[in-house]
């Protein structure tokens, strides 16, 4: 099992940029999916963008073109660059490592955007 922890969220007015990182314990290796979620006050958890073992990306059409995420470096840490960020993109986000037999989450970090 891999541990996960978030860091780099805070406040920014719109507009502003934020890179989250997941940081992760233990050994990441053959075929995974890297995913970054946010949940925002009142609604559910939902997928921000994800990153495959293969270098596959996807992103939520919201934060198309705004947001970068790349996989695990050599020193274990996954990115999520968020540029030009609007009130909307307000929530908590949570990284995510799912396997084919494991599926580890972080306990999140808190975005807020705000004039």
């Known amino acids: 099992q891999v541990q996960l922890v978030e860091s780099g969220g805070g406040s920014v007015q719109p507009g502003g940029s934020l890179r989250l990182s997941c940081s992760a314990s233990?050994?990441?290796?053959?075929?995974?999916?890297m995913s970054w979620y946010r949940q925002s006050p009142g609604k559910q958890r939902e997928v921000v963008a994800h990153i495959s073992s293969a270098g596959t990306k996807h992103y939520r059409a919201s934060v198309r073109g705004r947001f970068t995420i790349s996989t695990f470096n050599a020193q274990n840490t996954a990115l999520l660059q968020m540029n030009g960020l609007r009130t909307e993109d307000t929530g908590v986000y949570f990284c995510?490592?799912?396997?084919?037999?494991?599926?580890?989450w972080g306990q999140g970090t808190q975005v807020t955007v705000s004039s």
């Open positions: 233990g050994t990441i290796s053959g075929v995974y999916i």
């Open positions: 995510n490592l799912e396997t084919p037999t494991t599926d580890d």
